[in-house]
């Protein structure tokens, strides 16, 4: 079950998307100190307030954002909740233990989402952290690749591959709606 050290940020898409009109929701996924509230502060553009209260992100909302993927944008809210469209599922690369949590999660989605083929990119954040190293990149890969998921190493402190991260997901969930529609 989930367990209350796991805190849950994700971003509720408020606006309509050009093409169908139905927004989409991404949860940040992982355990405390991975770099959630980072993810989603460089998501709502606060990108210089890594270690402010500035996001603190514990209101129902707490900004908007219109972001651009592939040219079609969308209106975007950060919010809490546990359920969603799609995943970002987090752990930092300096802690061990929170990869091993990633993957306990992800074994908890297959088992509250098991019909659907849900969006899951597996994140390896603290990428910048070179030398407190505890996971390797193809510990991380190899993982994703038994997960059925993308993968992804990102430093949100050198603001590496976060808009990547977010790409992709926004990516996955255009092409798995296009394959409803089709
Ligand atoms: P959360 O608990 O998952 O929301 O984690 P936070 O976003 O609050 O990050 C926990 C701590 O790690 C904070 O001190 C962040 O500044 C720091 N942090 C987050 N991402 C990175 C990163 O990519 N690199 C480094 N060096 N520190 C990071």
């Known amino acids: 079950s989930w367990s209350s050290s796991d805190s849950v940020i994700s971003t509720d898409s408020a606006g309509e998307t050009a093409e169908t009109g139905s927004p989409y929701r991404v949860v940040l996924l992982g355990a405390n100190g991975v770099g959630k509230t980072a993810f989603a502060s460089i998501f709502a553009g606060a990108a210089d307030s890594m270690d402010s209260d500035e996001c603190e992100l514990c209101g129902d909302e707490m900004c908007e954002k219109v972001i651009e993927v592939d040219g079609e944008s969308a209106a975007v809210t950060l919010v809490h909740a546990l359920f969603g469209d799609a995943y970002l ?14 993957s306990e999660l992800r074994i908890i989605l297959r088992h509250f989402r098991p019909a659907q083929h849900t969006p899951i990119i597996l994140v390896g954040n603290k ?7 505890e996971v390797s990149v193809s510990e991380g ?30 990516r996955q969930l255009r092409l798995r709606r296009d394959s409803k529609e089709a």
């Open 89 to 102: 599922l987090l752990y930092s690369i300096t802690d061990r233990a929170s990869f091993l949590r990633a």
């Open 127 to 133: 990428c910048d952290l070179v030398r407190r190293r």
């Open 141 to 170: 890969r190899a993982c994703a690749a038994v997960f059925d998921c993308k993968f992804i190493e990102t430093s949100a402190a050198m603001q590496h591959n976060v808009w990547e991260a977010f790409h992709g997901i926004v």
